[in-house]
């Protein structure tokens, strides 16, 4: 999988801690390997202890808005404050698919703003949540 540039804008660079949450059998296991890639290491389970430089979910379960807000609030706190959090989600029309709008609506409860989706590969699009008032840092 070729995708490290766009994994790279997402924020899994070299030396990037990322926590994982709602890891499963399902995920996108090359996509998973390709985050690893990027950051040189394994991602931290979401039961460790140890904070994290930012956090992936993986997002399978449609438009359940409260298992998604407990799920982002989780995410939010193994992080520094301003850091981001990358939503992977299915494509819509793939099993477990959540709508960008709804992934939006349900950050927006919890404080995040949500950037527009970013296609990874063929079935998986990633949205990145910034806590409001701090967005993408623009690359000079």
């Known amino acids: 999988m070729e995708n490290s540039a766009i994994l790279n804008k997402l924020g899994f660079k070299p030396g990037v ?6 890891w499963g059998e399902d995920v996108e296991g090359e996509l ?8 040189g290491s394994d991602l931290l389970d979401e039961g460790s202890g140890d904070g994290a430089d930012m956090s992936c979910v993986w997002w399978r379960d449609g438009n359940d808005e409260e ?3 407990d799920c982002l609030l989780d995410a939010s706190s193994s992080i520094a404050p301003g850091r981001k959090i990358c939503v992977l989600t299915p ?22 703003n949500a950037s527009t989706p970013v296609s990874v590969n063929s079935e998986w699009n990633a949205i990145c949540l910034y806590p409001f008032g701090h967005g993408a840092k623009r690359s000079s």
């Open 91 to 112: 494509k819509p029309g793939f099993e477990g698919a959540g709508s960008p709008g709804f992934v939006a609506e349900v950050a927006s409860k919890e404080g995040l």
């Open 17 to 22: 801690s990322v926590k994982e949450y709602m």
């Open 32 to 39: 998973r390997d390709a985050i690893c890639e990027c950051i």
């Open 67 to 69: 298992a998604l807000s």
